[in-house]
């Protein structure tokens, strides 16, 4: 009997350690330390990063201005779990340091939040999106650009053992400072050209035969022509000889060699030849296959709200093919 008894004894033991081990099981599904909530930029950004491509122009906004942030975690949850998202001013530093970047605090009176709680249901691994809508992007001056961090804060659920992530609790809606004068398109204005008596040239480096001049001769056949170093500055600056107001350049192709056009340059202007104000930058293509000296493609550099200047300065940072690059004729519309 005694025998027997030990047997049950064991026998109830294991019961209540299949128990245990059951309750165990249950609880560290609800428990684990893997559920975790954090909040996710664009796909492939570093630092968790969502990047507001908004480019201010005299006479609109090019780009947009709401964007949403989901909330997630790390699998379904099985009770609901309320998240508390804030702007969390003490990661700026953190965000510059990462990105080698002086951003400045997105203003509150700036943009507005959709709300600050949010939640995920029971059953699901998403909520509903925190959305942000720039108000006044007109505000935002600053060239350093601008950022707002968003940090998950606290969390709330019947499941104790949902978590905040550590690496992914902010994200960073990053707000650039862009801004052109310099429309899109370019084809040429039509104007009246001015005329180019008083006008001057200065140009980075030249070509033998290929002088700065050579673009304001009258003479669609010759060009200016840069040298052939592929790593030196390649501008030019035209000198009106006083303050004008222009709508638009209007640009011949280099013909001599047609693969020396530029494709992107950065306007700017001056009236001491000193100090410069950026217009914005300049993209285009090369002249059309066909087009020639005689019968040139025409491209224009035109202005939104026409500036008034004595300087205007061409940097040419990207062109067809090759080390060289150049002007065959530079007018200006009025």
Same mark, same amino acid.
């Given at each position: ?5 030990? /047997? ?13 081990? =059951? ?14 909530? #954090?909040?996710? &930029?664009? /796909? ?22 709401? /964007? ?17 998202? !804030?702007?969390? *001013? ?20 700036? %943009? ?13 691994? @998403? ?11 007109? @505000?935002?001056?600053?060239?350093? &650009? ?12 019947? *499941? ?10 902010? @994200?960073? =809606? !990053?707000?650039? !400072?862009? !801004? ?64 004008? $107001?222009?709508? &638009? #350049?209007?640009?011949?192709?280099? %013909? ?9 340059? $950065? ?18 293509? &090369? ?6 000296? @005689? ?7 035109? +202005? ?9 300065? +061409? ?20």
């Amino acid at each position: 009997m005694r025998k027997i008894n030990l /047997f049950n004894k064991s026998i109830q033991l294991l019961g209540l350690t299949a128990l245990v081990l =059951l309750s165990s099981c249950k609880k560290d599904v609800l428990e684990s330390k893997e559920l975790l909530v #954090f909040v996710q &930029g664009d /796909f492939g950004t570093a630092n968790n990063t969502i990047a507001a491509s908004l480019t201010q122009t005299p006479i609109s906004i090019w780009g947009k201005t709401s /964007f949403e942030i989901p909330v997630y975690s790390t699998r379904e949850v099985p009770a609901d779990v309320d998240v508390y998202i !804030y702007p969390d *001013d003490r990661f700026v530093g953190q965000f510059n340091k990462d990105n080698n970047k002086k951003c400045l605090l997105l203003p509150a009176n700036t %943009y507005t939040v959709s709300g600050y709680q949010h939640k995920i249901n029971a059953g699901t691994l @998403a909520s509903d999106p925190i959305k942000i809508e720039i108000t006044n992007v007109r @505000a935002l001056t600053d060239t350093n &650009g601008y950022v707002l961090p968003l940090t998950v804060t606290k969390i709330g659920s019947e *499941d104790k053992g949902v978590g905040i992530s550590t690496n992914k609790a902010t @994200a960073y =809606l !990053y707000v650039p !400072y862009i !801004y052109t004068n310099v429309d899109s398109v370019q084809t040429s204005l039509t104007g009246t050209l001015m005329s180019r008596t008083a006008w001057s040239v200065t140009v980075s480096n030249t070509t033998s035969g290929a002088l700065g001049p050579a673009m304001i001769d009258g003479n669609n056949s010759t060009s200016w022509r840069s040298s052939n170093s592929s790593t030196a500055a390649k501008w030019a600056i035209i000198n009106l000889g006083s303050q004008q $107001t222009v709508k &638009g #350049f209007q640009i011949v192709p280099n %013909y001599v060699s047609a693969s020396e056009n530029a494709t992107q340059m $950065t306007i700017s202007t001056s009236n001491d030849n000193v100090t410069w104000t950026v217009q914005g930058i300049w993209k285009g293509t &090369g002249p059309a296959t066909g087009s020639t000296a @005689a019968s040139p493609d025409l491209k224009g550099v035109n +202005f939104l709200a026409p500036p008034t200047a004595q300087y205007f300065r +061409f940097d040419i940072s990207a062109w067809v093919s090759g080390s060289r690059v150049g002007f065959g004729e530079v007018n200006a519309v009025q």
